[in-house]
């Protein structure tokens, strides 16, 4: 809001992520324990954030950045989404035909998960994320960078078809 706090102590951004709130961790919080971390803030409150723009930088090139949620009926089923942990990225190695992760149409091996669960992925260690896929919800919400070449050869073949 114009005039708040947040707006007069400079550059916060829609989709920064905050990852500390006067020191207590929020990087696997969920949306009421950041509330309520905030909402105790009283007199001063120190916020450490992500910005999604600089953790990307030049990364980004001429890709796409979108965000889905996967949806699961049966909370034992898994996403069917293989990570590869590489050293600056994550990145889809694999997608388990029949999966949620399949099922999304939006997802294709070689895209970048920049987020799962609003937990940026640049903040968290493998076992950390890995963690997030194992956790038994049922939805998972994903931040991917896509190259649009991929998705547009695809998109061409199923047209022709």
């Given amino acids: 809001m114009p005039g708040s706090p ?79 942990f590489q050293s600056a990225s994550v990145v889809i190695s694999h997608i388990d035909v029949g999966s949620p992760a399949d099922a999304s149409h939006s997802l294709r091996v070689g895209d970048e998960v920049i987020s799962l669960n609003s937990a940026a992925l640049s903040c968290l260690s493998d076992t950390e994320a890995s963690k997030i896929l194992t956790l038994t919800e049922p939805e998972l919400l994903l931040s991917v960078l896509s190259e649009p070449s991929a998705h547009a050869e695809e998109e061409s073949d199923l047209t022709r078809a």
Avoid: Y
Avoid at 30 to 57: P, W
């Fill in 6 to 84: 947040a707006a007069r102590a400079g550059p916060l951004c829609v989709g920064d992520q905050l990852m500390r709130v006067n020191g207590r961790d929020l990087a696997l919080a969920t949306v009421e324990e950041a509330k309520a971390a905030l909402s105790s803030c009283t007199q001063r409150c120190l916020l450490e954030l992500v910005d999604f723009s600089k953790l990307l930088g030049d990364s980004a090139g001429s890709g796409r950045i979108h965000t889905l949620t996967l949806k699961r009926a049966n909370l034992g089923m898994p996403w069917g989404l293989h990570l590869s």
